[in-house]
């Protein structure tokens, strides 16, 4: 086995020459990646194989090696075609809710079109230009609120995680009703309901209980339940920010 450490795929040239006289034009790394999206939007991610990705460009399939080595590369690839969906300013406005709160309608918009992304992205660090780009803006969004660089990246990490959270399991729901033919709320009163009252009429779970017949976000939309939750986010990373502004032992001297 080599010890040879793979080259990051950002490291290398993004198109390659024509293979030799009389050959067709080679192909780009654009259309690569743009063809296994398109594989993965429809048929899932596991069917981006490259003889698949073959097949759908006309040509051989040991040839798109050439373009992408390693299908950890393509996946990388990917990833960042899509991340360029996240439309973003240039730069942070100065107001960071709605700089973040932008971040995260526009990531969730990305990820419910490719369900796949959220997957790739909890399951692999990357650092492409596109996802550079996004986490650049959402650090920045914190920048200058007498945040240290640890607690702004924290805060952004936790944000990410919400997003992740969130999005995974509104695809999870989507993807149930595809797969059973349910809509979510015949899927809830139909399938899973018997057995729900089951559980809340046999009183072991009190609060499991609670969460149903009290909770007011049981029954919101999906992009309203999301907003709920992005609300508690940033009001956190805001405690912390009024927090990180009161100067040591200010507030028991107002008392």
Known sequence: MSDEVPTSIWMRPERLERAGPGRRPGYSREQVTLAA?????????????MRRIADELGTGAMSLYRYVP?????????IDMVMGEVELPDRPSGDWRGDLSLVAHRTRAAGLRHPWLITLLAGRPTLGPQL????????????????????????????NDYLHSAIRREIGWLEEARRTGLDPERWKRDYIGPYVRQVVESGAYPMFNRSLLESRTAHLAPAERFQYGLDRVLEGIGGQIVKGRTPPGAATRSR
Do not use: P, Q
């Open 37 to 49: 999206v398109r594989i993965a939007d429809a048929e899932g991610v596991e069917a981006t194989t």
């Open 70 to 78: 390693r299908r950890d590369d393509l996946f990388d690839l990917m």
């Open 132 to 159: 550079l780009r996004v986490h650049e803006f959402a650090l920045g969004a914190l920048d200058g609120l007498g945040l240290d660089i640890d607690e702004i990246t924290s805060f952004v990490g936790m944000l």
